[in-house]
């Protein structure tokens, strides 16, 4: 597309010309299937209810997603446990806790399903296989093909997916290991688009009149600078650098590090006698996210990713404070 064609156009428009453009070449290129899986998460007007898989637990969520002039908007409210839901429009987020009558106000999270891509995914094909298999799915009553991305290493996990025939959205995503078990799996059970969606479907339920107010910001930060050192896995690579203002006196530095599918990021916070003594060190596995927390220095260093294990621990491990390079 033209410069003056990518200045001028809506946001809507543009998506939808991004999407056109690479469907012809997704048949064979395996970026340019990824892209158009991604572009179609982000162009459509859908709207269903999400099942996320996690062992024994399933937890429900009722998704809506529109594209008009202003940009993507975005709805979620999940359906189990305590009520929760969250509003997205502009990189920012409004979760409402109506138990708690809290609303927080913060910077959107990272792309989650139906969602693929973290960043443009040049580099994905240095590190999975794609593989497209030679049968048809059925997934929210609509037909899908179903394609793997095998990890080539047992840094990170492979995936089967299942995209759908007519638009190309994601349907349905399972989490493999490295001996092709399940590891977790999220999918739509039920789905509509465009005018199917009934109006209003972005408006909440929830009358916030009298809510607390909870602000979270971010910001960006130097890591470097502080004289902090991380050798990421191969492949990986840092998308983002943020300080984290959780609450007054509470800071938290993250650093994202992505191979364009799964991500990993690293908290550090200072640690806190009174507060952290009984905080265990050690990993922790839930689906497939793995979890590392480790005291380094005078600081607690917690390393979170959708990879296995091994790579969250070695990751943290990998970790140096060198404070005289502050300076």
């Known amino acids: ?27 064979t290129d395996p970026l340019a299937f990824l892209q158009q899986v991604q572009t179609a998460a982000r162009a459509l007007d859908y709207a269903g209810v999400t099942v996320y898989q996690q062992g024994h637990v399933l ?4 998704l809506v997603h529109l594209v ?16 929760q839901e969250c509003l ?17 106000m913060r910077p959107a999270h990272s792309a989650h399903f139906p969602a693929l891509l973290l960043g443009d995914g040049t580099d994905i094909t240095q590190h999975y296989d794609w593989q497209p298999l030679d049968r048809i799915y059925r997934v929210a009553g609509r037909a899908c093909s179903v394609s793997e991305l095998r990890a080539r290493d047992a840094l990170r996990y492979s995936y089967r997916i299942c995209t759908d025939q007519q638009n190309h959205l994601l349907l349905k995503i399972q989490t ?37 107010l909870q602000t979270e910001t971010s910001q960006p930060v130097n890591l470097a600078e502080q004289g902090w050192r991380v ?28 191979d364009g599918l799964a991500a990993i990021s690293i908290f550090i916070e200072t640690f806190d006698p009174k507060r952290d003594q009984s905080i265990r060190q050690g990993g922790l596995t839930q689906g ?7 005291r380094l220095a005078s600081y607690w260093l917690t390393a979170v990713g959708e990879v296995p294990a091994q790579t969250v621990r070695d990751l943290a491990h990998a970790v140096q404070y060198l404070p005289q390079a502050a300076h």
């Open 1 to 27: 597309m033209p410069t003056w064609a990518r200045a001028g156009c809506r946001v809507g428009l543009c998506l939808v010309f991004s999407w056109a453009a690479t469907v012809g070449a997704a048949e």
């Open 88 to 104: 997205r429009q502009d990189g920012m987020e409004q979760c409402l806790l109506p138990d708690h009558r809290i609303v927080v």
């Open 288 to 294: 497939a996210i793995s979890i590392y927390r480790m």
């Open 176 to 212: 493999l290991d490295a001996q092709g078990h399940l590891v977790d799996q999220v999918a739509f059970s039920r789905v509509s688009f465009g005018a199917e969606i009934p109006p209003g479907a972005l408006a909440s339920r929830w009358n916030t009149r009298n809510w607390q």
């Open 68 to 83: 008009d002039g202003t940009g993507e908007r975005e709805r979620q409210e999940v359906l189990d446990g305590p009520p």
């Open 231 to 258: 050798l990421p896995p191969a492949g990986f690579k840092p998308i983002a650098e943020l300080a984290r203002q959780l609450r007054a006196g509470h800071r938290v530095d993250q650093l994202v590090l992505s």
């Open 59 to 62: 937890r429900a969520t009722h």
